[in-house]
């Protein structure tokens, strides 16, 4: 399968942990990786790898991966951080890629 | 710092080619390192990769779109293309160009993108 599948939406209480899914047969072979996207914005990467966060993200922004699911948590939500999230891997082609459904995060 | 910048056309009329530029500023294109990929994004709906390319020419595309599409790579301008031939209203989009990796022991990784340019289909 070359698709990858987040829920549409979560909540998150300020100050709390939310995590956020991404499922796809392809996970099981490479590393996905995770883009918040502002309304009115261009994604900006946040997590890719075995947990690599670039320059200037957030320590709340952790990754992980087991199986067919990858994860993206933050730790301690803030308000800023009330987005769009996609994450993003190859399909089992190897050289396409794909990315999920999209979940958008409401901190309440 | 290395930059992207989308530019062209905003409308485009049904059956014709939308044709769009990207620039790299702040760094060089001809890098083995990475690839320039195309991604778009319709109103209110979620993000679609198009297509890659590096900068030797070595070109991946969707296959959804793959009969359409046609990515190019000008070394000597620092700048890539997107060529979408037999446009229809389903290719109104925001379309981004960014810089992504190809490492499967570090993982890939669309790191650098640019603002995105809006290109609606219509008569």
């Known amino acids: 399968s070359s698709e990858l599948t987040q829920d549409p939406a979560v909540s998150v209480a300020l100050g709390q942990t939310v995590r956020i899914t991404c499922q796809g047969d392809?996970?099981?072979?490479?590393?996905a990786s995770w883009y918040q996207q502002k309304p009115g914005q261009a994604p900006v990467l946040v997590i890719y790898?075995?947990?690599n966060r670039p320059s200037g993200i957030p320590d709340r922004f952790s990754g992980s991966s087991s199986g067919n699911t990858a994860s993206l948590t933050i730790t301690g939500a803030q308000a800023e951080d009330e987005a769009d999230y996609y994450c993003?891997?190859?399909?089992?082609?190897?050289?396409?890629?794909?990315f999920g459904t999209g979940t958008k995060v409401t901190v309440l | 710092q290395l930059q992207v910048q989308e530019s062209g056309p905003g409308l485009v009329k049904p059956s014709e080619t939308l044709s769009l530029t990207c620039t790299v500023s702040?760094?060089?294109?001809?890098?083995?390192?990475?690839?320039w990929g195309w991604i778009r994004q319709p109103p209110g709906k979620g993000l679609e990769w198009i297509g890659s390319?590096?900068?030797?020419?070595?070109?991946y595309y969707n296959s959804s779109l793959k009969s359409r599409i046609t990515i190019s790579v000008d070394t000597s301008k620092n700048q890539f293309s997107l060529k979408l031939s037999s446009v229809t209203a389903a290719d109104t989009a925001v379309y981004y160009c960014?810089?992504?990796?190809?490492?499967?022991?570090?993982?890939?990784?669309?790191?650098?993108w640019g603002q995105g340019t809006m290109v609606t289909v219509s008569s």
């Open positions: 960014a810089r992504h990796s190809r490492d499967r022991l570090r993982g890939d990784a669309f790191d650098i």
């Open positions: 702040g760094g060089s294109i001809s890098s083995s390192s990475y690839y």
């Open positions: 390319i590096s900068y030797s020419g070595s070109t």
């Open positions: 392809s996970l099981r072979s490479y590393y």
């Open positions: 790898g075995y947990n």
């Open positions: 993003n891997s190859r399909d089992s082609s190897a050289n396409h890629y794909v």
